[in-house]
């Protein structure tokens, strides 16, 4: 557009105050996906096996109902009261009827939501492969808290993150050809789905789950098959550092299990936005080309 030639800043911009107003939804979206998962999955095991007596869910539940409310006053939550970050601050951190505290995650994920969408606007500038960028941060933003709290990665973000990549790639709207697309799809799944059956032949156990096969199928479709091994290189290192911390802070022992794909998110996220320039560096430095 016009408008945003002549006045570059306009976009980061709109996309910062895009970016915490859909940050207070994905708030909603991290907190109902898993229960309204859960709520699905005693649906179809009722129906499928009677003989067990078990009770399916009662009443609507999704994104948009019931209204959100204080989780121990049960006061619905007004809209004044549910301004990204500012009205976190202005209530001080508690609920306007009982004082009840109000998680400060609420307000960092709004924050890290249109942070991350003002870095993805300045870096790649006004397109439609740009608003399908911001799209694609949401998703995994969402992913992985969902994640990190449930340690359960749901098909209805990572499948359609898998699809759009190779659509976008399919239209020419993205800069990643049809073919790398698909081969990084591919490939992104087939390496961890590998991984994981070597680690359960030799050890006898599971050492991830298939949502993180599908999430790196996602990158992979999104950004072609040349970045696959830096998402791989830097989420097992973030993973690596994180996990250890868990299990010091935590002291638990290393059969325990933590969620390894908010770290293929920050890994993929960071591939998008300077991976290029990190391939072109490493190359440059250690490879001679």
């Known amino acids: 557009m016009e408008l945003f030639n002549f006045y570059p800043w306009l976009f980061p911009?709109?996309?910062?105050?895009?970016?915490?107003?859909?940050?207070?939804?994905?708030?909603?979206?991290?907190?109902?996906?898993p229960i309204m998962m859960e709520r699905e999955w005693r649906q179809e095991c009722a129906a499928s096996f009677p003989e067990y007596n078990i009770s399916p869910?009662?009443?609507?539940?999704?994104?948009?109902?019931?209204?959100?409310?204080?989780?121990?006053?049960?006061?619905?939550?007004?809209?004044?009261?549910?301004?990204?970050?500012?009205?976190w601050l202005l209530l001080r951190g508690k609920c306007r009827a009982c004082g009840n505290p109000i998680s400060?995650?609420?307000?960092?994920?709004?924050?890290?939501?249109?942070?991350l969408c003002f870095l993805v606007a300045?870096?790649?500038?006004?397109?439609?492969?740009?608003?399908?960028?911001?799209?694609?941060?949401?998703?995994?933003?969402?992913?992985?808290?969902i994640d990190l709290d449930t340690m359960l990665l749901p098909d209805s973000l990572t499948l359609p993150l898998v699809w759009s990549g190779v659509v976008l790639a399919l239209l020419q709207v993205s800069p990643v050809s049809l073919q790398d697309s698909v081969i990084g799809a591919l490939a992104g799944y087939l390496s961890l789905w590998s991984v994981y059956w070597l680690f359960k032949l030799v050890t006898g156990k599971e050492g991830?789950?298939?949502?993180?096969?599908?999430?790196?199928?996602?990158?992979?479709?999104?950004?072609?098959?040349?970045?696959?091994?830096?998402i791989i290189l830097f989420s097992s290192l973030v993973g690596l550092v994180f996990g250890l911390i868990q299990l010091r802070l935590k002291q638990?022992?290393?059969?325990?299990?933590?969620?390894?794909g908010p770290y293929l998110a920050?890994?993929?996220?960071?591939?998008?936005?300077?991976?290029?320039?990190?391939?072109n560096w490493y190359l440059s430095n250690y490879i001679g080309l």
């Open 13 to 33: 911009l709109l996309a910062a105050v895009f970016g915490l107003v859909i940050g207070s939804f994905l708030n909603v979206v991290i907190h109902r996906l």
């Open 57 to 87: 869910p009662k009443g609507v539940y999704n994104l948009s109902v019931p209204r959100s409310t204080c989780p121990k006053c049960k006061t619905p939550i007004r809209i004044l009261d549910n301004i990204p970050v500012l009205s």
């Open 122 to 145: 300045s870096q790649f500038g006004f397109s439609i492969f740009s608003l399908a960028l911001l799209v694609f941060t949401f998703v995994l933003i969402a992913a992985t808290f």
């Open 104 to 115: 400060i995650r609420y307000p960092l994920v709004e924050a890290l939501t249109g942070g």
């Open 208 to 230: 991830m789950g298939y949502g993180d096969f599908k999430l790196l199928a996602a990158l992979g479709a999104w950004l072609g098959w040349q970045y696959l091994p830096m």
């Open 266 to 279: 920050i890994a993929g996220w960071i591939s998008m936005m300077w991976g290029e320039g990190i391939l």
């Open 252 to 260: 638990q022992g290393i059969d325990q299990g933590f969620p390894f």
